[in-house]
């Protein structure tokens, strides 16, 4: 007892310091309250740091902490926003719509009225990221689908017209051009393959057409797959609200880079409930640079080998401690997988040192690396695992030719068509080895689009002949009939269908 009240005024002392240290303390941190602790109690110990989380897909980078005192707690984010929202933009897309007549198939008010209204023009708005001072803006491909025209207008009033330089739908990017008389401002695209979950972040972007907003959060989780919006599967998921509106905008860091473009978001109301995605700046760095080349469309590097995911009855009869990586299926005999010694049973399991948790991850992994680069696979080949180079080509163009657009009077008119290579297959993302004579392009107000012909779709046959080359799809356009009977290949299912044209 009496040792106990021999060390009371030591602690009614230590607590007043402490009291009146108090902007002492927030000033200096967690490091000014142990000194003083360890200046008080020479025998105290130092708290041991928390042992590193296991991460072996990216490197631990610069020590993170938590806000210590109230003063840290009302840091700003002003000068990031300041600093970084000039570069984030409205994107305005317009077409226009044309709409059938309800008169249309009467023989007597048809003559009147006609077969169609018209044209009505129908809007939609989205968010871009000026990437580059020359005026390059990266959006959503879904904020400028089937658009006739697309302004820009920056945060200072001023608008542009722009050009779409290159759109992929699979990705959901499209990059577009501004012309200005002096440089515009941009945002750096980061690194997000540094991004660790619990990270902050910003959103910035123009939900609902309320105008420029910028919203807070952390990234939640990364390497999404199967969220069901793209064929994309290698999110960044965020809390920071994304609203319609947001499609197309920034995603940055602290260090204020673009760290993504955010897309979608998971909602049951149409609102943001703190499930929002982003796809990754590694990927639109990949798209912008086929932009700056002159390509038309985003081409991913093609190594000659197909993948399905590891299950966990594929892992344990692999010997496999958890499923993991991607397993190879099918292997061309002269693709560049071959050529390395690549096999069916095979397990990918990392690429270029980042492991390869799951398909979609090898996807995405393959499509941020430049065509011709060399490319080394970790495998997991007959119980061991070793290591391949590649290069990764370009698909093969083949004997098909450039698309062709079909003429005449027939449903097909007006449609751009060309025979399958495997080049054209991965661009049309149709399953590998298809072959056949595919639709690339069917133009709005064309017949082809007014009969409901799609690009992808595979014409098998035509009034009974089938359709094995573009010639004979030429021919069997060019007949002199009222009457079409044709069959075509869409998503796997044959559509057939009889009409009178």
Known sequence: MRKTLAFAPLFVMLAALIFAAGPLLAEEGAGGLRGLLNELLPGAEKPAKAAPADDMSVDAGPERRVPFAREEI????????????????????????????????????????????????????????????????????????????????????????????????????????????????????????????????LAIGNPFGVGQTTTSGIVSALARNHVGIVDFGFFIQTDAAINPGNSGGALIDMAGRVVGINTAIYSR???????????????????????????????????????????????EALGMTRPAGALVTAVDAEGPAANAGLKPGDVVLALNGA????????????????LGSKAVLGILSQGEERELSLILARAPEGSGGAPVEIAGRSPFSGARVAELSPRLVRRLRLPSGTKGVALVDVPRGSP??????????????????????VDSLQAAAAQDTRWWRFTVERNGQLLRQMLRY
Do not use: C, W
């Open 74 to 201: 009302q840091l700003s984010f002003a000068p990031l926003v300041r600093e970084t929202a000039p570069a984030v933009v409205n994107v305005y897309a317009k077409q226009m719509v044309s709409a059938r007549s309800p008169f249309s198939g009467d023989p007597f008010f048809e003559q009147f009225f006609g077969r169609s209204m018209p044209p009505r023009v129908q809007s939609s708005l989205g968010s871009g990221v000026i990437v580059d001072p020359s005026g390059i803006v990266v959006t959503n491909h879904h904020v400028i689908r089937n658009a006739d025209e697309v302004r820009v207008a920056m945060s200072d009033g001023r608008e542009f017209e722009s050009r779409i330089l290159l759109k992929d739908e699979s990705l959901d990017l499209a990059v577009m051009k501004i012309d200005g008389a002096d440089d515009f401002p941009a945002i750096d695209l980061g690194d997000s393959d540094a991004l660790q979950v619990g990270d902050l972040v």
């Open 355 to 370: 492991v390869i948790e799951h398909v979609d991850a090898l996807g995405y992994r393959l499509a941020t690396q430049p």
């Open 448 to 469: 082809a689009a007014g009969f409901g012909f799609r690009p992808r779709d595979i014409v098998r046959e035509v009034n009974g002949e089938p359709i094995e080359s």
């Open 269 to 315: 109301t149409g609102g943001s409930i703190g499930i929002g995605f982003a796809i990754p700046s590694n990927m639109v760095r990949a798209v912008v640079a086929a932009a700056r080349q002159g390509e038309d469309h985003f081409e991913r590097p093609f190594i000659g080998a197909e993948f399905e995911p590891v299950t966990a009855q594929i892992a």
